[in-house]
């Protein structure tokens, strides 16, 4: 922030750059600073020529409508996600925008929130790097990307006003990690600040949030927006660090009134301006638009890509052969529902597009396999309800046919921006439509698309095979038919995990909250963290997805080059005979069960494309902020001593090699003081040879003839200072000498290198009421 007050420029006009001009608009100023054009975002561009709005009522300019974020995130690719940022940013400045407002990054962790189809995982190891390459993707064409929602936003159940009650350990490790890779690895140009608040405070109006830790601690140069119409107060959220709020409330006046009034200093809006001057330098110069030819060459590109992304984004949870499907016997195939011919695509809301051209898994799968070998029944209505004739007429084609390939889905109307679902079930007319399909077919597929999880316990013993197909975008009908067919074979892996029961997941309890609070009791047990933890069963396990061949994992080695520094290396061989894509993933978590810490954690990850036979050798770093965990007392990340075990594999739950690594920990000396407790002090390597001093004390003292080691342990959740309440003999004094004995035996370990002191952080709490 400048020290200096900038008085050249009126405060009237620094205080109007600090608000939109319209919906889409910044306020720009000639000679000053330009206004930059904003589009939603994240899976296409909504560029609205007339009127706006930021609920996905009016229409925009037709757009290529790649899969959303529920879809590329089970893409597990991060090369796949930058390719499709660069063509969304190509396709954003052909229609002059400036930053596109995605990727929508929060964590899932309910599977009930609406606005789990844009969001990419309940992980944030691979939110966080599917989000920096889509932003670096999206910034390589030279428009700016926008990350969002910041933060803790995780439901839609009265997103304006809840307050997201959550501990430190949670925000740190799960909720702000992922933005705190993506600000510091691919420097988006945008923050979104969200709409709900964290612990009390708004989001927009945080200070601790928008300026120390964003800015002071992650080193974010770029400008902060609001969320639409999240500012409930723009003084406070121009002094929390909020730079632009979106779209405009006519408040400019409140702003100078605060300056005059000495309440807001005229500093914050002269670092608005630089910010914005400095996106502006980042930029360039306004868009040109393109010609219409050039346009639709961008168009046709992206159609194409957006088919490659969504054939890699569909999840085979189940398959016992039937699949792919063998053209050479298939002479009558059945094709059963509504989302066949009508697909569900994208999710409702402000992420809404329209869509250059939707394609059908219909009309592509009797393109491909002949009119005379496809009879489609719709078995349900649009809506997802069905009616008797409908299902009867579907039983008959599947009775005649070959195969029946049944999809099922939510309908539109229950998943969306705006609100949560209150259950995973599909519509009971869909399911009992399967029953009786099932009863009477010889081989039975399932499709589904949702964008969110739905539970399938209940009726995947009816299905031969089960395609998890989200919202594929407007390629989806396209890509599915490839995956069918064995055009391609399926690559997609779960980013989050379909459980048995809604009752089963951590959220349950107190999801979505009520009375304007949510309270997240599950902690850091988010999603898969929690059911490996408690070995509860699962119905697919985070990480789980099939293909057309099988894989072998062998060869796992662990060497150290450094301290606190691993590469993990193992081979993959494609043991089948169709060509194939695995996903090796690698978790860690601590040998020793620490209750308070999930079992492993996703760490790393790696997609590898196998020929029949071919074996590959991968290697895997391993560093220290992988073992690292939030220190809420201490505010800062520590790496524990102990035992970590290693698990490399093909899902959260199917490890196929293990090992374990050691860390001394971070060699941090914490300052000791007179509240640390005596298992702080015996963990510390000063403390430890300072306290001997006094135990040797007591034990003089003829209160103990000797410490016997269950004393010791009782003691050890003691702070120091209560000792003096035991009647040991250890006065103020005794307290005082050990703390500046310890001080100086820590100085000189310091000083001679061995360990170093924590850097600085403050915790959430610090700066709230
Ligand atoms: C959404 C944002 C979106 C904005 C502009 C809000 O309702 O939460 O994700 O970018 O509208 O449309």
Redesign the pocket.
Known sequence: MPDQKDRSIPIELKASLTSGSGTWHSTGAPGLVRPFLLA??PHGVRRQRTGGD??GIGDSVPATCFPPGVALGSTWDPELVRRVGAALGQEAAALEVDVL?GP?MNIKRSPLGGRNFEYLSEDPHLTGRLAAAYVEGVQSSGVGACV??FAVNNQETDRMRVSAEVDQRALREIYLRAFEHVVKAARPAMV?SA?NRINGVPASEDHWLLTRLLREEWGFDGVVVS??GAVDDRVAALRAGLDLEMPPTGTDGEVVAAVDRGELDESALDAVVDRLRRLEARLGGAKEPASEPELAAIRDRNADLAREAAAQAAVLLTNDGVLPLDRSSLDSVAVIGEFARTPRFQGG???RIVPTGVSSALDALTRRLGADVVRFAPGYTVDGSGDDALALAAVEAARAAHVAVVFLGLPEHAES?GFDRTTLDLPTDQVSLLERVAAVAPRVVVVLSNGGVVSVAEWRHHANAILEGWLLGQAGGEATADLLLGDRAPSGRLAETIPLRLEDHPSYPTFPGADGISVYGESVHVGYRYFDTVDRPVAFPFGHGLTYTRFEYSDLRVVAPAENSWEVTFSVTNTGDRDGREVAQLYVGPVEDQPTRPRAELRGFVALDLRPGETTTVTLPLTATDLQTWDARGQRWTVRPGDYAVHVGASSRDVRLRTTVHSDGDRVLAPLTAQSTIAEWRADPAGRQVLATLLDRVSRSGLASSVAPELVRMFLSIPLDKLRSFGLGVTSATVAELVREAGARQAELLAAGAYRRPGAARNHSQETP
């Open positions: 939603d975002g930021a609920l407002l929508g969002k929602h979104m709409y969320d639409w809301g402000s992420s921006e």
